[in-house]
């Protein structure tokens, strides 16, 4: 099983960006997924997260301005992020809790991380 990030770049303060994290393998079922950001220096903290029944929830810090979503028949999670500021720079990673058959417990799995720096 691996999950794949995708979409960071550089961007000016104001604009968007859209990260994409793609599950591939054997997989039976995804249960939760979720977004964490690593800035310099700082610990990796949650963004947000969604559940397998497209419940989200969001950090206060991008409330109203990121909004995740997911296509439980591509087995890939998205993450709309507008407004971006400068403190919004960090490698994104995507994580999902993935069973890769019906008698497996769900284990947690990480994407090798996207980086998204926003500056003029």
């Known amino acids: 099983v691996q999950l794949q990030a995708s979409g960071g770049g550089l961007v000016q303060p104001g604009g968007a960006l859209r990260l994409s994290c793609t599950a591939t393998g054997s997989i039976f079922s995804i249960n939760v997924m979720g977004w964490y950001r690593q800035a310099p220096g700082k610990q990796r903290e949650l963004v947000a997260t969604?559940?397998?029944?497209?419940?989200?929830n969001y950090a206060d810090s991008v409330k109203g301005r990121f909004t995740v979503s997911r296509d439980n028949t591509k087995k890939t999670m998205y993450l709309q992020m507008n407004s971006l500021k400068p403190e919004d720079t960090a490698v994104y990673y995507c994580?999902?809790?993935?069973?890769?058959?019906?008698?497996?417990?769900?284990?947690?799995?990480w994407g090798q991380g996207t980086l998204v720096t926003v500056s003029s």
């Open positions: 994580n999902a809790a993935i069973s890769e058959a019906y008698y497996k417990d769900y284990e947690g799995y």
């Open positions: 969604i559940t397998s029944r497209l419940i989200p």
